[in-house]
């Protein structure tokens, strides 16, 4: 689906651990898509330079003047958090995208469980601070390396001290406790109805995963900041047309090669930026046709309801598709 894009100026650049630096964007003028508060769970895309596009999670929800993001640098990294460690600096202005949600916050739950790992607190910690103000219960697990790496420590501290026990949280820093958190453990005896809610590395997550199917824990929502692997190929293995209502043209993806590919190289502009189907920047609405959902965003309800789907990794089962676009 379309964003808008503008330009920010970054107004202020902190450490909140070892590798882990916030960064406030305030845009320069402020469109109508701009102007609504920021949801928890929400995240924006940075275009940082030469064609480079990371999606950040926003950690200040209910706000509308301003995005803050955390990145956390990554040792393996293609560009994005070095590029922001290393290069971004304050008084820069970058183009950053509208927030998207693709991992919301139910607010009317009786009761949250949020789970980090690492750097997976951002769009949780988001989740925390809209919680407490809403004055709902909610229970934090973090895991961490160690409390030294891990983020926004003195405020989730302060936040359950505030909460009058209405907030409590599990640390799990590895280099104390000398093993990796039991999420299965962690995750039983919560009370009815509650909804857990997950971001960390591949790893963590499937423990996750793994830990809340054998509860039969009924909500369950996660986010992953890459793609997790899949036994099918992520680009579909049949060729297939695309009708573009809007603009009028039709294209044909061969075999083997991504719908975002084939209307770049037709010399269109679609937005873009994972590639992995996991940030939802190339989201198109579907008119008509049998989708191959492969990305790791929509639920099982939204690929049933077939209103839209991820180019960079999703295409066609058979026939053509027609998309608004």
């Known amino acids: 689906m379309a964003s808008t894009y503008i330009q920010a100026r970054v107004h202020q650049m902190r450490y909140e651990a070892a590798g882990t630096l916030s960064v406030e964007l305030r845009p320069l003028v402020v469109a109508e898509e701009f102007a609504q508060p920021v949801q928890a769970g929400a995240h924006i895309d940075l275009h940082l330079a030469d064609g480079l596009i990371r999606s950040y999670s926003l950690i200040n ?7 803050v993001v955390a990145v956390s640098l990554d040792p393996a990294s293609r560009g994005g958090s070095r590029f922001v460690h290393e ?28 789970v980090a790992g690492g750097i997976g607190i951002t769009p949780v910690l988001s989740m925390l601070r809209k919680l407490h103000a809403l004055g709902r219960t909610a229970h934090l697990i973090y895991c961490a390396s160690s409390r030294e790496n891990a983020a926004f420590v003195p405020e989730i501290e302060a936040i ?25 453990s962690l995750l039983q005896g919560h009370a009815e109805g509650a909804h857990f809610y997950a971001c960390g590395p591949l790893v963590f997550l499937a423990s996750y995963e793994d830990s809340c199917q054998k509860l039969g824990l009924a909500h369950v929502h996660l986010e992953r900041f890459a793609a997790a692997p899949l036994a099918a190929p992520r680009t579909p293995e049949v060729g297939y047309a695309v009708e573009l209502r809007r603009t009028g043209k039709t294209v044909q993806v061969v075999a083997g090669t991504s719908l975002l590919d084939t209307l770049i190289n037709a010399g269109m502009n679609p937005e873009y930026s994972c590639r992995e189907g996991v ?3 190339c989201e198109v609405r579907v008119i008509s046709g049998d ?22 990794v999703s295409g066609c089962r058979s026939g053509n598709l027609v998309l608004d676009y």
């Not at 359950?160 to 299965?184: I, P, Q, S």
């Open 61 to 67: 929800p209910g706000e509308s003047h301003r995005y």
């Open 87 to 114: 290069k971004l600096r304050v008084g820069q202005v970058i183009q950053i995208s509208g927030p998207r949600n693709h991992f919301p916050l139910v607010e009317t739950a009786p009761h949250s469980v949020l």
């Open 160 to 184: 359950a001290a505030r909460a009058g026990g209405r907030v409590t949280v599990d640390w799990h820093f590895k280099d104390e406790k000398g093993e990796r958190a039991d999420l299965y």
């Open 279 to 281: 940030c939802g920047a």
């Open 291 to 312: 989708v191959d959902h492969r990305d790791q965003i929509l639920s099982e309800q939204d690929r049933m309801a077939n209103k839209s789907m991820m180019i960079c």
